[in-house]
Structures are given as C-alpha cells and as structure tokens.
Nanobody
Framework: QVQLVESGGGLVQAGASLRLSCAAS????????MGWFRQAPGKEREFVAA????????SYADSVKGRFTISRDNAKNTLYLQMNTVKPEDTALYYC????????????????WGQGTQVTVSS
C-alpha cells in the first residue's frame, strides 16, 4: 500500500508559477512510476505528466508540454509538478498517482491515488 498526499495548490493569476508536491509513504517510493492527473468540473480526469522510477524519463500531455515539469526526489519520497505560465484552462483538482509497473499515460495504469489539491487560475 502506498499513501499519497498532495499539497501546493491554490489560487493564482494567469501567467504565474506554482509547484505541487506529493509526499509518498508506505512502500519503497523508487519502485513506482509516478504521474500527475487533473480533473476539471464536469470533465474526465486527464493525464498531465509521468516520470519513471529513477526520474530519468518523463512524459507530458500536449497541453502542458513546455510549461510544466515533473520531477521526483527518491531520497525525500516526494513527487513534484512545477507549473509555469499557468492558464485559466489549467484550473482543476490535481492528483498524484503511483504505478507499480511503469509510468503510463492512462488512468487505469495507476494503482494508488492521492486525494488531490485544487489549482485555480484566474484570468
């Protein structure tokens, strides 16, 4: 079992930067690929970014590529999402998730989920 707790969300203006964190506990963090997903009101939960076990490989949704950066610190059991030049359409509840077998782009690839942290971007 892996427990995930997100933090760092808030209300920001368009163009600002924000860093989300996800603290993991329970099992060996470096044994899991990690991802960020988001869900806006009335919409499906969508993939944002993923990172491999060591952090050496990453994957991004087209909508955030070049603006967001996913990273991890295995010594601190923490996953990050650096969000730059945010837009109103980035407004959503952001979830981190752990994948036992890879670092997929599909919601179904992930085995454990946090409760989410809200990001609201005003125009």
């Amino acid at each position: 079992q892996v427990q995930l707790v997100e933090s760092g969300g808030g209300l920001v203006q368009a163009g600002a930067s924000l860093r989300l964190s996800c603290a993991a506990s329970g099992r060996t963090f470096s044994n899991y690929g990690m991802g960020w997903f988001r869900q806006a009101p009335g919409k499906e939960r969508e993939f944002v970014a993923a990172v491999s076990y060591s952090g050496g490989s990453t994957s991004y949704a087209d909508s955030v590529k070049g603006r967001f950066t996913i990273s991890r610190d295995n010594a601190k059991n923490t996953l990050y999402l650096q969000m730059n030049t945010v837009k109103p359409e980035d407004t959503a509840l952001y979830y981190c998730a752990a994948d036992r077998t890879g670092w997929g782009r599909r919601r179904g690839d992930y085995d454990y989920w946090g409760q989410g942290t809200q990001v609201t971007v005003s125009s």
